[in-house]
């Protein structure tokens, strides 16, 4: 389990498959999580705006610029 969750996208199974090929190259293990990189925490910032707009389920950070 991660330290912190970045966010948390609604979908359904080819929207969450899609996004771990998106991040393939930033596994943490087996596990479904991802390592913070550039790329993730662009894609975090960009769904945390929609978060305003009420496109995600939600999203908590404490520090995105880890």
Do not use: K
Not at 1 to 28: S, T, W
Not at 39 to 49: E, G, K, M, P, Y
């Amino acid at each position: 389990m991660p330290d912190d969750i970045l966010a948390v996208e609604p979908g359904d199974r080819l929207d969450e498959r899609q996004r771990h090929l998106q991040f393939r190259h930033l596994p943490v293990g087996t596990s479904e999580y991802f390592q913070q990189a550039d790329d993730l925490t662009a894609h975090v910032q960009a769904r945390s705006c929609a978060l305003t707009e009420g496109h995600l389920a939600a999203t908590t950070h404490r520090d995105l610029s880890l």
